[in-house]
């Protein structure tokens, strides 16, 4: 694996559904002119794949073998991340209740997890003035060696609130179901074999349920510039 330059700060952001990586990643990213990559995006893109191309989401031998096909690319500007599966733009397809519903069934296969992982490693390396990664398993598994690792969390009604305030007009949802759909997913995420959602023993907990977004970003860059100022 080839390293990104000395003077790049890779930061890894984890958690689990709505507890505000994605704002505060693009946002700490865009402030301190670092490349952003969404690890999520890139595993639904792979399970709206499977679904356009009629493979069967349940069956994990199906996924396994189909895992190497479609070709998956993320643009990493934080003022407008892109994700392109074979060259189609991905970034409304990937975002429905159908991909939602099925993303964690896709992501639990070991082989899916292989190649996005590699995929994932390659794109940090070549952020040459560092990036923010976020996802489920960046602190453990893909980049265990980030310069700093963040875990951020939030009540189930705080993320199920958040969630179902994104969806309100674009898909019926009610607070209910939202919090018991979010809540279904974590367990599966936490409970796979490969790579659970979990935190690293390194990792900063923060903890946003009482929090404005501001005050996440603020309290992330805070630490960023600590342990650029530390390294200097
Ligand atoms: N601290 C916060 N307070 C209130 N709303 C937030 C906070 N952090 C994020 N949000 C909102 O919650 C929703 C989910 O945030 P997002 O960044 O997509 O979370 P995640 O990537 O962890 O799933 C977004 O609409 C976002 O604007
Ligand atoms: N590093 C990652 C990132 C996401 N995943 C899986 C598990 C998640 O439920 C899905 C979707 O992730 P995404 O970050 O888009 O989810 P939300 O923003 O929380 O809705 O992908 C993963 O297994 N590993």
Redesign the pocket.
Known sequence: METAAPSAVIVAID??????????SKAVAAKLGLRYLDT?AQYRAITWWMITNGIDTDDPHAIAVAAGKPGIVSGTDPAAPTITVDGLDASGPIRTQEVTSKVSAVSAVPEVRTLITELQRSIAASAEGGIVV?GRDIGTTVLPDADLKIF?T?SPE?RAA??S??LRGKEATDLAATKEALIKRDAADSGRKTSPLAKAGDAVEVD?TE???D??IECVVTLVEEKRAART
């Open positions: 958690g689990p559904s709505g507890t505000g990586k994605s704002s505060t999520g976020e951020l939030a705080a958040r969630r305030g994104e946003t929090l404005t977004l005050q996440v």
